[in-house]
């Protein structure tokens, strides 16, 4: 059994930044592939950021490009969600998700609130 445990969000004005952390435990030799989506209130959940866990090689939604960057901490287990230039489109609760691919994001954490006032 996989969990996922977020954490770093909070409230900030449009223009800051925040830093999400996402901590792995349990079987997480065969998370290959982990990602950070969100879910604004009245949307469906997009996709933000996605990398390999080995290899390093990162995907970003258009929206979060040149401004979010992903990254890890392979000793720590945890992945991270560096947000700069934050606007208040950006307000969602933002979960990670893990799994062997992208196609197979089977684990998912309980979500962490980020508000981007104007």
């Known amino acids: 059994q996989v969990q996922l445990v977020e954490s770093g969000g909070g409230l900030v004005q449009a223009g800051g930044s925040l830093r999400l952390s996402c901590t792995a435990s349990?079987?997480?030799?065969?998370?290959?592939?982990r990602g950070w989506f969100r879910q604004a209130p009245g949307k469906e959940r997009e996709f933000v950021a996605l990398?390999?866990?080995?290899?390093?090689?990162?995907v970003y939604a258009d929206s979060v490009k040149g401004r979010f960057t992903i990254s890890r901490d392979r000793t720590a287990n945890t992945m991270y969600l560096q947000m700069t230039s934050l606007k208040p489109e950006d307000t969602a609760v933002y979960y990670c998700?893990?799994?062997?691919?992208?196609?197979?994001?089977?684990?998912w954490g309980q979500g962490t609130q980020v508000t981007v006032s104007a």
């Open positions: 998700a893990a799994g062997r691919s992208r196609s197979e994001l089977n684990f």
């Open positions: 990398s390999t866990y080995v290899g390093h090689n990162r």
């Open positions: 349990g079987s997480t030799v065969y998370l290959n592939v």
